[in-house]
């Protein structure tokens, strides 16, 4: 039905898409309570899709907290515990929580990039 570019397109868009939905807890937890993670087939797909983490695709990625995830469903404990929700939560707040502080120490960092530029200029002249 698809010419192979097109249909290398939608796959890629696909993938790409799922790979992103790994770095929702809520969803993760979604798919263990419904036993996909028991799907050995399932599993080995979680294997073949590393390859996201390569720079040539990774560069992609809206969500890059999806790769930790993509990573951590390597391991069959990670993928038995997400079966509670309380683990999906703990992530979910986790998560929440690196995002307030990257934010901040990103705000930081560039006020005191801009300070020392201004200093620079006032010095140079």
Not at 39 to 45: G, L
Not at 97 to 108: A, D, I, T, V
Request: hydrophobic share 35%.
């Amino acid at each position: 039905l698809y010419s192979d570019d097109t249909g290398n397109r939608l796959r890629f868009q696909l993938e790409l898409e799922f790979v992103q939905c790994l770095a929702n807890p809520n969803y993760l937890n979604f798919l263990a309570q419904r036993g996909y993670f028991k799907d050995k087939a399932f599993v080995n797909y979680l294997k073949y899709l590393l390859y996201w983490k390569e720079p040539e695709y990774a560069k992609y990625l809206k969500y890059p907290q999806c790769l930790h995830m993509l990573e951590l469903l390597q391991y069959e404990h990670f993928r038995k515990e997400l079966v509670n929700a309380q683990c999906a939560k703990f992530i979910d707040e986790q998560q929440i929580l690196h995002w307030q502080h990257y934010s901040r120490k990103r705000m930081r960092l560039q006020q005191a990039l801009a300070e020392q530029q201004q200093q620079n200029n006032t010095s140079v002249k």
